[in-house]
């Protein structure tokens, strides 16, 4: 795609969207699926704002995203009811670690809940906005409803403070168990724009915006959350949690990212995904 270029005529047409109130997602959603790259889809739309004498970057800015407080590199960090480590952080992808985000006592109490409703994991089909059974998935896996019991709000209220995002911008929490062998290839976590499902599911909370997925357990060997495009491993610790968030649904956030196989034992995780709006 390095022969695209951003054309007068682009710009034109962007310039022309934004002020008939097209949001910014939208256009970059529409210019993918037309065919352009997502560097010259941002670039143009960076060169129309210049063009209309927006400063750099503000035609790109991205509404608020959830995001620890990590003014003063703390290496600990307290909400209402816990106080937990700052282990890890990285800028691009966003990625920051916890230690201890869950105690040991939370993470049975929530595999003991999930283990009877498992069943073999699907994931959205990004054509119906449906869901299916996916081979790139081989774990099992069930979702809570939000605030399902009293362990579950309180640990949705603890990540919405440590995060700084409303409770109710939150899907349901979901586990998943991995058996010896099982991973999770990599994905991005955001619905795919250029497909048709999509639209749909988006009338529900809008885009994924960040993920927190929480190790129940500790694998004898094996289970990290991998990010292919820069190298990093986080282990799968028992209590401790990764946190990732992407402001665009694109892959020039890097949050590629997979549970490797499992190699000895079983992982258990759960999942919070993160909306942009209300998830009712
Ligand atoms: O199991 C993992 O480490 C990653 C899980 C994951 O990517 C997800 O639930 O979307
Ligand atoms: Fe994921």
């Known amino acids: 795609m390095s022969h695209q270029t951003v054309t007068a005529e682009l710009r034109r047409w962007i310039v022309s969207q934004s002020e008939a109130g097209c949001r910014t997602e939208d256009l970059i959603a529409s ?153 999770y290839k990599p994905h991005h976590d955001f619905f795919d724009p250029a497909h048709p499902g999509t639209a749909g599911i988006l009338r529900r909370g809008g885009q994924r915006v960040a993920t927190v997925v929480m190790y129940l357990n500790t694998p004898a060997g094996g289970g990290a959350t991998t990010f292919p495009e820069v190298g990093l491993e986080v282990q799968p610790v028992k209590g401790n949690a990764v946190f990732f968030s992407y402001e665009r649904p694109l892959a020039s956030t890097r949050t590629l990212h997979g549970g490797a196989p499992v190699v000895d034992g079983e992982k258990w995780v759960a999942t919070k995904w993160l909306r942009e709006g209300v998830f009712a």
């Open 31 to 183: 210019m993918i699926r037309s065919g352009w790259s997502e560097d010259i889809a941002l670039a143009a739309i960076e060169a129309a704002g210049a063009e209309r004498g927006q400063p750099a970057a503000t035609a790109l800015a991205a509404a608020a995203m959830p995001e620890p407080a990590l003014a003063g590199a703390p290496t600990l960090l307290r909400t209402a009811d816990r106080e937990l480590r700052v282990l890890a952080t990285l800028a691009l992808p966003r990625v920051v670690v916890f230690g201890g985000l869950l105690a040991d006592d939370e993470c049975d109490a929530l595999v003991e809940l999930a283990r009877p409703r498992l069943a073999r994991s699907e994931t959205v089909d990004n054509s119906t906005g449906g869901s299916e059974v996916n081979a790139a998935r081989t774990s099992d896996g069930m979702f809570f409803e939000r605030g399902e019991t009293a362990l579950i709000e309180r640990i949705e209220r603890r990540i919405a403070e440590l995060v700084n995002w409303p409770v109710e911008r939150g899907e349901g929490l979901q586990v998943l168990r991995y058996r010896p062998g099982a991973q």
